[in-house]
């Protein structure tokens, strides 16, 4: 599938059926008032796409790019720079999960001493959040190259962590110019590493259906973005090398991302970026985690928004139990003990979580986050 800069075609868009409910189709997402922006990123989704990179970087009208990975990545890192064409500045492999504003200048000061003139990104998000940090300060055109299926790569949205506090910054400068989406790339992905990145992927979607500033392309690419994932899976975990379950939740991935990049996010975003900021816990564990039990709580009010993923997952009356289910099915992790989050740290968290006020469907106190947060502490299934 190729999309082109500037364009809003798309072309081997799989077919989209409503859920259905005794033959009669559901309700569109039509609403009488909304507002919505398109993206001018080149997108190409192909099977070995990463070999044709040098020809992304001369269409940008760039010679020198810099190549970032992480330090376990850096080999593949290595294997990129030969598909260039003689036009890498370097390679840095530095990338930290949390995006850490230490790192981020260390980077900036290697790209401006290579003289680089782009950015190419391989990795997941911990890589594609340096890349956007890098464009921030240096206004660098990226590529990005996804192994993962963390989304921030279709987003202008910018996490990073400095003296034990995440924060976001959305800034034109941090989108990506280009995202090639290879499926070799994820193939040999460890599967456990596809379930939680993939239900930290379907987070995006699910807080999209309720989002104060939703739209009906938003919505509906979140329920697409759903659907891919619930259906390729299950499929991943019994067969990890059927690459068409592995391309399925590629596509996903990036549906996932689009819309985290046009919709605003609420309270499981938050607390996910607390315990991950403030704790150093593992970002798309804590995600799957923690996804279940917010939108268990954001379902008392927004039970009519959420009700085509819960259609999706079989279960029309509490989406939160349902996502549930499905994670353990998937032998996804369930509590935050597991993941090496402190019980005695539960109360400052709640704390961290209610300081700075923002928009969330169902309104909280910070007794309602100490609670969701001890649920999934202890990995109860959310009550119905």
């Known amino acids: 599938m190729l999309i082109s800069k500037n364009s809003n075609h798309m072309r081997k868009m799989p077919d989209y059926a409503p859920a259905t409910q005794e033959g009669v189709p559901s309700m569109s997402h039509f609403q009488d008032s909304f507002e919505t922006n398109a ?133 034109a400068k941090v989108l990506p110019e280009v995202i090639l989406y290879d499926v070799d790339l994820i193939a040999g992905l460890p599967v456990d590493m596809t379930v939680t990145s993939g239900l930290n992927a379907m987070a995006h ?77 593992p970002h798309a564990q804590t995600h799957a985690v923690v996804l279940p039990h917010a939108i268990a709580f954001n379902a008392k009010a927004a039970s009519d928004a959420l009700s085509p993923m819960a259609s999706i997952l079989g279960d029309v009356k509490n989406p939160g139990t349902a996502l549930y289910d499905f994670a353990k099915k998937l032998d996804a992790p369930m509590t935050l003990a597991e993941l090496g989050m402190k019980e005695g740290d539960l109360h400052r968290a709640a704390e961290l979580a209610v300081k700075n006020p923002y928009w969330n469907p169902q309104p909280f106190q910070k007794s309602d986050i100490h609670a969701l947060l001890e649920n999934a502490f202890a990995g109860e299934r959310p009550a119905g």
């Not at 699910?206 to 499929?235: D, H, Q």
Request: glycine content about 10%.
């Open 205 to 281: 979607a699910a807080e999209a259906l309720y989002a104060k500033n939703r739209n009906p392309v938003s919505s509906a690419l979140a329920v697409e973005g759903i659907r891919a994932f619930i259906n390729a899976l299950p499929r991943v975990r019994e067969k990890p090398e059927d690459l068409q379950a592995r391309g399925e939740t590629l596509y996903g991935a990036w549906l996932c991302g689009t819309v985290l990049g046009q919709v605003g996010m609420a309270l499981h975003h938050k607390l996910c970026h607390t315990l991950g900021g403030s704790f150093d816990m």
């Open 39 to 171: 993206t001018g990123v080149r997108v190409r989704f192909e099977r070995g796409v990463r070999h044709e990179i040098a020809s992304e970087i001369a269409r940008l009208g760039c010679s020198r790019a810099l190549v970032l990975a992480t330090p376990q990545q850096a080999d593949t890192a290595m294997e990129l720079t030969s598909f260039v064409n003689g036009h890498a500045a370097g390679v840095f492999t530095k990338a930290a999960m949390h995006t850490p504003i230490e790192v981020t200048q260390e980077a900036v000061e290697h790209t401006r001493h290579v003289e680089a003139d782009c950015l190419v990104a391989i990795g997941g998000g911990s890589t594609t959040g340096l890349g956007k940090a890098i464009a921030l300060q240096t206004d660098l055109p990226q590529i990005v190259i996804p192994t993962t299926y963390a989304g921030s790569e279709a987003t202008a949205i910018l996490g990073q962590t400095e003296n034990g506090v995440k924060t976001t910054v959305t800034n």
